[in-house]
């Protein structure tokens, strides 16, 4: 169950630094980038954590729309439990109401799936998380795909999209930001059965 009076918050796992900007790894920090801009916010450095934070509604305008934090940790990948925890004492945020955006090997590139809970399946960012919070946050895992051949799992995910990939990477990052909004207008029941196609 929802608390209506507490904000949502909504965390794009990433890490910091013009170097990783177009990394596999980043497309939490490009979905939280493109739901910033649809909010008509800035990131801001955060007062209480490691973090850069955007206030705002997402949904319909007026008091329907939800407020949400958006934040993205300036700590790295795996030490992303600390900012979050931070963040989510400071605005009082329920565990249930954190949604982790991040990428996810499992799963083909340019395919999303919404679930609450779960593993980490490996993912240093969301292990930082779960070691801090426990597991029953919201993810939006937007699949990568998995490395060809023998490449280093690592590797991977700090390489840049490929150019094949990279047609496709805008409607990703945006159907993204769209499943992103779903789960916290509508639940997330209704948000699967749009978006985990």
């Keep these: 169950m929802t608390d209506s009076t507490a904000p949502w918050m909504v ?4 890490n910091p630094g013009p170097e990783y900007a177009g990394n596999r790894h980043n497309i939490g920090f ?5 739901l910033a801009e649809r909010m008509g916010g800035r990131f801001k450095r955060a007062q209480k ?3 850069q934070v955007v206030e705002g509604r997402i949904g319909p305008p007026g008091p329907a729309g939800r407020r949400v934090v958006l934040a993205k940790p300036m700590s790295y990948m795996n030490l992303s ?6 963040l989510k004492e400071f605005y009082k945020v ?25 593993g980490d399946n490996g993912h240093n960012g969301l292990k930082s998380i779960t070691k801090s919070l426990g597991p029953n946050y919201l993810r939006v895992r937007a699949g990568i795909g998995r490395p060809p051949g023998r490449m280093d799992v690592a590797a991977f995910v700090l390489k840049d999209f490929s150019g094949t990939e990279r047609k496709e990477l805008d ?7 769209d499943a992103v909004e779903a789960l916290v207008t509508e639940g997330l029941e209704r948000a699967q059965s749009t978006y985990n196609s």
């Design 11 to 14: 965390v794009g796992l990433g």
């Design 30 to 34: 490009m979905v939280a980038d493109l």
């Design 49 to 51: 954590a490691q973090a």
């Design 81 to 86: 439990g600390g900012p979050v925890t931070a």
């Design 94 to 118: 329920p565990t249930e109401q954190i949604v982790a955006v991040h990428d996810e090997l499992d799963i083909d590139y340019a395919t999303l799936r919404l679930k609450l809970g779960g």
């Design 171 to 177: 409607w990703f990052v945006d159907r993204a930001a």
